[in-house]
């Protein structure tokens, strides 16, 4: 390893003061602040309108969203012009603490003489702008702790919005159609595992969940061609697998799997009438939030949370559904969902409609 002689290392630390100079003319600027309150502002003021753009796409629940984005928009209409005060005011004082280093370092950097007279210039540079930095840091960690805790809630808000329009977009790309009145709850990337353990050819895609169904459509590209087992060519494979409704599920588990356990998966057991007694779904989500959700559609919480109502004359419809086929008399047993047009008889096969 090669040693620097005095004067290299004294330009080495001159150098290293010059680039530390730059960054902080950035930094008593409190530029990075500056750029998330705003970042913060943007998010608030236009929550509005993406919670109205959902709307608009059929995202039909959880009606206090537009109360709490009015909510947001006031408090930070409160909080705001403090939080600019502070900027301004510590922006100022850093700034003018900074003026007294720039010249003394840019003096240094053109002085002519003995590496041992420079030296202890060098270093008390050296420990002042460390000093400022610690300072600039610690302004910093106090203006954030003023809004902290408002922009976490508005970041929860932000992400659930997005969980909501991923949703929605798959739900547009998707091969089946939602039943009239019928509306998406929450979507999530998932792999059903047929066998009940996840293997390599088990099909990967979507799993739904709306007011009345739960739905596995897969959704992936599948190799059609291979050389030396590396794929070349593909060709997505889109189709819904299964589905039943939510009135049959009977229980739900959560689970941790795979690798160091950080795989989630959920366990829905169904009552008869559904497709399958037992699905096993590796989620990419939360086990337990998944089943959390299932119990509330369950229950029927979710429409306590409508924004966009139910078409009363599709719930009578379901409410006046005939007990009985009127071809052969046979017990209508099934789960009939609203908006559902024709009934199929199980024994006798008649197609009848509500």
Not at 53 to 81: M, S, T, V
């Amino acid at each position: 390893m090669t040693t620097q002689s005095p004067v290299e290392q004294l330009r080495s630390d001159i150098n290293a003061l010059q680039s530390s100079l730059r960054e902080l003319q950035n930094a008593v600027r409190l530029s990075s602040i500056r750029d998330n309150v705003e970042d913060l502002q943007t998010t608030v003021n236009g929550m509005d309108q993406r919670i109205a753009a959902l709307r608009e796409r059929g995202y039909a629940f959880e009606k206090e969203l537009e109360n709490q984005a009015a909510d947001f928009a006031q408090q930070w209409a409160a909080l705001a012009p403090g939080i600019t005060r502070q900027i301004e005011t510590q922006a100022a004082k850093l700034e003018a603490s900074l003026r007294p280093l720039e010249t003394q370092i840019t003096q240094l950097a053109t002085q002519a003489g003995s590496p041992a007279a420079l030296r202890p210039v060098a270093d008390k540079l050296k420990a002042q702008v460390k000093t400022l930095q610690d300072k600039v840091e610690a302004v910093e960690q106090t203006i954030e702790g003023s809004y902290d805790q408002f922009g976490r809630q508005v970041r929860q808000v932000v992400s659930h919005l997005e969980k909501i329009d991923w949703m929605l977009t798959q739900l547009a790309e998707a091969t089946f159609q939602l039943l009239p009145t019928e509306a998406g709850i929450a979507a999530v990337k998932a792999v059903w595992a047929k066998d009940g353990e996840e293997k390599k050819d088990d099909p990967e895609g979507v799993l739904y969940l709306t007011d009345q169904r739960l739905i596995f459509e897969q959704k992936e590209k599948v190799a059609t061609k291979k050389v030396l087992f590396i794929a070349t060519e593909k060709k997505l494979v889109q189709e819904m697998l299964w589905e039943a409704p939510v009135a049959l599920i009977e229980e739900t588990k959560a689970s941790k799997q795979g690798f160091m356990k950080k795989d989630d998966f959920i366990e829905v057991r169904f009552a008869s009438g559904a497709p399958y007694d037992t699905v096993h779904v590796h989620i990419w989500q939360r086990g337990d939030e998944w089943k959390a959700l299932l119990k509330r559609a369950k229950a029927k919480e979710f429409d306590g949370t409508r924004a966009i109502a139910i078409d009363e004359a599709e719930v009578e419809k379901v409410k006046s559904a005939p007990t009985q086929c009127p071809a052969c008399g046979g017990v209508i047993d099934q789960v009939i969902l609203r908006g559902q047009d024709t009934v199929t008889c199980e024994y006798c096969g008649n197609v009848f409609r509500l």
